[in-house]
């Protein structure tokens, strides 16, 4: 009992971080909620416990001017990076865009796109590193 005590307080932090980064990552000028990509979606069950946490410490380590520019480079390749966010995606290390990848697959409305996530997480990662920057 106490040590659920514990959780649900990190449990409801790291929701609340996810949540307000993930929403400031893709435009924090836009006011308009709807601009995100995974608007109105419920935030999936955690896939073990402290997943989210990490995946927040990773998403405050993102360049919110480069989050939507990720997104959209993820799912088309005519996207291409400008070098600010190739040089943030490289600093934010090839782990953290796994889990943000693996986090972003989780949501229903991308499962059946989980693989492409993952694989196009790893290319852009070793596309940037490529480019020297």
């Known amino acids: 009992m106490a040590r659920l005590a ?3 307080p990190v449990m409801m932090v790291a929701f609340f971080l996810i949540c307000n980064t993930m929403t400031m990552a893709t435009n924090p000028w836009n006011e308009n909620d709807k601009e995100v990509p995974w608007y109105g979606e ?3 069950p955690e896939p073990f416990i402290g997943f989210y946490a ?3 410490q990773c998403l405050w ?3 919110p001017v480069c989050g939507l520019q990720i997104y959209k480079h993820l799912f088309d390749q005519s996207k291409k990076l400008d070098d600010n966010c190739c040089r943030n995606v490289v600093k934010v290390g090839v ?3 796994r889990d943000l990848g693996w986090a972003l697959g989780l949501y229903k409305k991308f499962k ?3 693989a492409l996530i993952d694989i196009m ?3 852009t990662y ?3 590193v490529g480019r020297k920057l």
Do not use: D, G
Request: proline fraction near 8%; charged fraction near 15%; aromatic fraction near 4%.
């Open 95 to 97: 782990q953290c865009n």
């Open 121 to 123: 997480s790893v290319k």
């Open 61 to 63: 380590n993102v360049n």
């Open 42 to 44: 419920i935030l999936p």
């Open 112 to 114: 059946p796109h989980r």
């Open 126 to 128: 070793q596309e940037c």
């Open 54 to 56: 990490k995946v927040a």
């Open 6 to 8: 514990y959780v649900i």
